[in-house]
């Protein structure tokens, strides 16, 4: 009878014990899940700039692209043309 008491108060402790340590998990599992959130929420704000700056590039280099093809054509054009006459 003595034995089957002490078996019962070790499985009552154990079971408390692995409430607890369960308990904990969770409660880790759960700051590191908001500490998760908040740093996905900076790269989504960071990101974002980083999208604005490479559109502004973008629309910078076609800007800048444009006329220099522009003229890059009528250079070759010309060279075209001249290398036409020497012949």
């Known amino acids: 009878m003595d034995i089957l008491i002490i078996c019962a108060v070790l499985a009552g ?4 014990a692995v409430c ?5 998990a969770l409660v880790q599992i759960t700051r ?3 500490e998760a959130e908040e740093a996905a929420k900076k790269i989504n704000i960071e990101l ?3 999208n604005d700056v490479s559109q502004k590039a973008l629309d910078f280099g076609q800007k800048v692209a444009s006329p220099i093809v522009s003229v890059g054509g009528i250079v070759l054009y010309a ?3 001249l290398l036409k006459k020497d012949q």
Do not use: C, Q, Y
């Open 79 to 81: 060279l075209k043309i």
């Open 13 to 16: 402790l154990s079971f408390v």
């Open 32 to 34: 590191t899940v908001k």
């Open 48 to 50: 974002g700039m980083i």
């Open 20 to 24: 607890l340590f369960t308990i904990l």
